[in-house]
């Protein structure tokens, strides 16, 4: 008969525990996917099918995190925490933006001695076609590209 003493009891609970973190991980992983509307305009709806009512709409590069699956329907939380489902086929894993500022600054280049080109308000997603340093290069769905600063995006 093998005794255990105290210290071993502690040593594989400690590892029962670890097993158990390993476990959820990729389930904490899953519900932080990031994606981005990648069509025109989206229907934003209040369930997962096509009878639930349309709560709003989201233009192309809109970002989410992606909370729940459920068939071909996606629920998700937005930047300002509103949660909507949206179907899988109007969105992909792309690398976006959105600004959260009421002013936005776009620069020609990524630092604040760069002319600023452009403005945008709250709510404006992009494309992120570059980082450098804490500058992103982001594109708009209409073409319109610039760099601008990370605190000032989603």
Known sequence: MI???????RWWRLIIMMVLICISIPQIAAGTERLAVSSRIANI?????????????????????VLERKGKWIRF???EGEKGWIHSSLVDKLPTVITTSPIC????????K?????????????????????????????GDRGWIHRSLVW
């Open 45 to 65: 709806r209040g369930g997962p099918g096509t009878t639930y009512d349309i709560i709003w709409k989201a233009e192309t590069y809109y970002p989410i995190l």
């Open 105 to 112: 600054n776009i620069r020609s280049g990524p630092g604040t």
């Open 77 to 79: 939380e937005d930047y």
């Open 3 to 9: 005794k255990m003493n105290t210290y071993g009891g």
């Open 114 to 142: 760069h002319a600023v080109l452009f403005t945008v308000e709250n709510g404006v997603p992009f494309k992120v076609l570059e980082k450098k340093g804490n500058w992103f290069h982001v594109e708009h769905a209409d």
